[in-house]
């Protein structure tokens, strides 16, 4: 077991030139470190105060849209059969040779003879 006191690596620590931190580093690291604390805060604060609003108004903008418009469903076409209730003209054209036949005997011809 290697005795830590004759460690090669604290004998190169040793060997090393010392160096003096700047003045104030202590206060400018903890700035550093309270400046990424507060940006993270400050994502998490816009993200409440105007994300969370804003996903809100959309999922709901889209949950009405989705559940407002009616959709009918699909009819399928029942046949229609279609019958003629009015006479064609041909049977039109039979029904009044027939009534001029009977009407040739009776009044028209005698008004005509006075």
């Known amino acids: 077991m290697k005795d830590p006191e004759r460690d090669e690596l604290w004998d190169l620590l040793g060997r090393a030139k010392p160096v003096e931190p700047p003045p104030f580093f202590a206060?400018?690291?903890l700035a550093v470190v309270r400046f990424g604390q507060?940006?993270?805060r400050a994502f998490w604060n816009n993200w409440v105060r105007f994300g969370?609003?804003?996903a809100i108004a959309g999922a709901l903008a889209v949950f009405l849209a989705l559940?407002?418009?009616r959709t009918e469903p699909?009819?399928?076409p029942v046949p229609?059969?279609?019958t003629q209730s009015e006479p064609n003209d041909l049977e039109l054209i039979a029904d009044?040779?027939?009534a001029l036949s009977s009407e040739e005997s009776s009044?028209?011809?005698d008004s005509s003879q006075h």
Do not use: E, N, Y
Request: proline share 4%; hydrophobic share 50%.
């Open 67 to 69: 559940f407002s418009v």
């Open 27 to 29: 206060a400018k690291v």
């Open 107 to 109: 009044v028209w011809l």
């Open 96 to 98: 009044l040779d027939s």
């Open 38 to 40: 507060d940006k993270r």
């Open 52 to 54: 969370l609003p804003g």
């Open 80 to 82: 229609v059969s279609i």
């Open 74 to 76: 699909k009819i399928q």
